[in-house]
């Protein structure tokens, strides 16, 4: 299968601080990226769809200007928890969509996922 | 009415059973199934996908979809203490982006 990568795979920083985490896809391009975060023994909760070249869209009650969505080229897409708190400690996930042709074909791939805690 | 319904378990079973996951769904217009393993503290790997109704085989792993019934399964034959870990279904829509997960279901496979 195609291969996501997202760095770091921990983080603990300061309240007050932002944080940078990078999503790419290694062996395929990807137009859409997704941000997820998941708390402890619960399922996925999408925060946004990252899109190369254009805007994210975010999803309802997510607040934009403390998540930042960037996805400048087709195989990086980064979001950057600004002004983090300790409430925003959580497992952060991306996801690309790799899409091989055919409506019948576009799956996704996961990153190993970020745990973020914020003192 | 949550999109989508899966027993959280956990569930623990002997090593080498047959094991059976479950998910139901509410939204008829879902076409795309899959299944993912997670482990703990990492991101889920996409085990099974299937595109509408039928079974799906890939070696001890076996998908079936019941759109008339909006039911999918997970078999896993001759489980693994490799296979422990927390397997979540997901389903979406043709041409949507936004995936809907269950919540996930923790298997431990006892050696």
């Known amino acids: 299968g195609a291969v996501v990568s997202q760095h770091p795979s921990w983080v603990i920083c300061k309240s007050g601080t932002s944080v940078k985490i990078e999503c790419r896809s290694l062996?395929?391009?990807?137009?859409?990226m997704f941000w997820y975060r998941q708390f402890p023994k619960q399922s996925l909760m999408l925060m946004a769809t990252?899109?190369?070249?254009?805007?994210?869209?975010?999803e309802q009650g997510v607040e934009k200007d403390k998540f930042l969505i960037n996805h400048a080229s087709l195989t990086l897409s980064t979001l950057t928890v600004t002004s983090a708190h300790p409430e925003d400690s959580s497992f952060y996930i991306c996801s690309a969509r790799w899409e091989t042709g055919g409506i019948t074909n576009e799956k996704l791939f996961f990153g190993s996922g970020t745990q973020l805690s914020v003192l | 009415q949550k999109e989508v319904e899966q027993d959280p378990g956990p569930l623990s079973v002997p090593e080498g059973a047959i094991v059976s996951l479950n998910c139901t769904y509410s939204?008829?217009?879902?076409?795309?199934f899959m299944w993912y393993r997670q482990y703990s503290r990492k991101g889920p790997e996409l085990l099974m996908y299937?595109?509408?109704?039928g079974n799906k085989e890939d070696g001890r792993f076996t998908a079936q979809v019941d759109k008339s019934s909006k039911y999918i399964s997970l078999f896993i034959r001759d489980s693994q203490p490799s296979d422990s870990a927390t397997y979540l279904c997901?389903?979406?829509?043709?041409?949507?982006?936004?995936?809907?997960f269950g919540t996930g279901t923790r298997l431990t496979v006892i050696p």
């Open positions: 939204n008829s217009a879902f076409q795309y």
């Open positions: 997901a389903m979406r829509q043709t041409g949507a982006n936004n995936l809907f």
């Open positions: 299937t595109y509408s109704s």
């Open positions: 990252s899109n190369e070249g254009s805007k994210a869209t975010y």
């Open positions: 062996d395929f391009q990807a137009t859409t």
